[in-house]
């Protein structure tokens, strides 16, 4: 059975800091692994798919790098801004596209 | 991206009503997913929905409380019945299989307390 780890639940950063969210599987077999945001009591906004075969994907000052070997993921975020301050989840596909869900990093960017 | 439209957006409900939510997709999709996020919680597939045929329920959901329906490959119903306060939680859809990618994606859900 997949399990999904984030860390830290929660972050607190100045804004322009650099920061790295992090999550881990234990299911190595994935087919892919995806990155969320979801801002309080709203749905949830893909930011980056990264298909197993893929090291890296970018969007913008985003940054998510998939290691499938140690069944991690990083999910970097550059120049942070106050609009950045939500939950970020991660999921990974189990069998025929449901999702694993990690717990989410409610992240706060301070002005 | 696939455009979903997920109404309602919230809704107060009595103990032991039901309440029918609605899952509207601006293309057709291959698959179509209800979660259910229970507050401070992730979400938890409840089941998938299967255009033509039953919905395949995850363990600890059934059929019972949680009917849904599937009538084509744009539209899905989710109904949560005879509620009680512990189903209050957000309900999300979530699509794949746009363009034939396997990217999900979700609705705006579906904020639901009961009283």
């Known amino acids: 059975k997949q399990e999904v780890t984030q860390i830290p639940a929660a972050l607190s950063v100045p804004e322009g800091e650099n920061l790295v969210l992090n999550c881990s599987f234990t299911d190595s077999a994935i087919y892919n692994l995806q990155w969320f945001r979801q801002d309080p009591g709203k749905g949830l906004t893909s930011l980056l798919l990264i298909q197993s075969s893929q090291r890296e994907q970018t969007s913008g000052r985003l940054n998510a790098s998939l290691d499938k070997s140690s069944g991690r993921s990083t999910l970097y975020i550059a120049a942070s801004q106050p609009g950045d301050s939500a939950t970020y989840l991660c999921a990974v596909p189990q069998g025929a596209q449901k999702l694993v869900f990690g717990q989410g990093t409610r992240l706060t960017i301070n002005p | 991206s696939a455009v979903i439209s997920q109404k309602p957006s919230r809704d107060i409900c009595q103990r032991g009503t039901s309440l029918t939510i609605q899952c509207q997709v601006d293309?057709?999709?291959?698959?179509m997913f209800w979660y259910r996020q229970q507050p401070g919680q992730s979400l938890t597939l409840i089941a998938t929905?299967?255009?033509?045929?039953?919905?395949?329920?995850e363990s600890g959901f059934v059929i019972d409380k949680f009917p849904i329906s599937r009538p084509n490959l744009t539209f899905s119903t989710l109904t949560v019945s005879n509620m009680s306060p512990e189903d209050s939680s957000i309900y999300l859809c979530?699509?794949?299989?746009?363009?034939?990618?396997?990217?999900?994606?979700f609705g705006a859900g579906t904020r639901l307390s009961v009283l």
């Open positions: 293309s057709q999709v291959t698959m």
């Open positions: 929905a299967n255009q033509g045929s039953e919905a395949t329920y």
């Open positions: 979530s699509v794949a299989g746009h363009l034939a990618k396997n990217i999900q994606y």
